[in-house]
């Protein structure tokens, strides 16, 4: 599975924006998928994940309230709507696909990544 991550970029501070993330290859219709951002010198951070049906969604303390994790399975795409956004959620955020069908905070639940879409929220 390929994951193509896009939507991000240059935003003010409350302001939103909305990342993408459409599987190539095969379906991911079957998997749990996840939100994690990074930035230099940093571990990689869980952000938001969602199970196989999107019945489940589970998000970071720090994101709570601002961000929401969806998923369309006929359109095999995932999304991050981010609300509020804050000067500290500036970062590379990647989406992944889960070896199981829930989500998971552990990055290493992990088996595919995808590029990775830079978010700077300026002041």
């Known amino acids: 599975v390929q994951l193509q991550a896009s939507g991000g970029g240059l935003v003010q501070a409350g302001g939103s924006l909305r990342l993408s993330c459409a599987a190539s290859?095969?379906?991911?219709?079957?998997?749990?998928m996840g939100w994690f951002r990074q930035n230099p010198g940093k571990e990689r951070e869980f952000v938001a994940a969602?199970?196989?049906?999107?019945?489940?969604?589970y998000v970071a303390d720090s994101v709570k309230g601002r961000f929401t994790i969806s998923r369309d399975n006929a359109r095999d795409t995932v999304y991050l709507q981010m609300a509020s956004l804050k000067p500290e959620d500036t970062a590379v955020y990647y989406c992944?696909?889960?070896?199981?069908?829930?989500?998971?905070?552990?990055?290493?639940?992990?088996?595919?990544w995808g590029q990775g879409t830079l978010v700077t929220v300026s002041s």
């Open positions: 969602i199970n196989w049906s999107g019945d489940s969604t």
């Open positions: 992944a696909a889960a070896r199981f069908s829930g989500g998971s905070s552990n990055p290493g639940s992990y088996t595919s």
């Open positions: 290859g095969r379906s991911f219709s079957g998997n749990g």
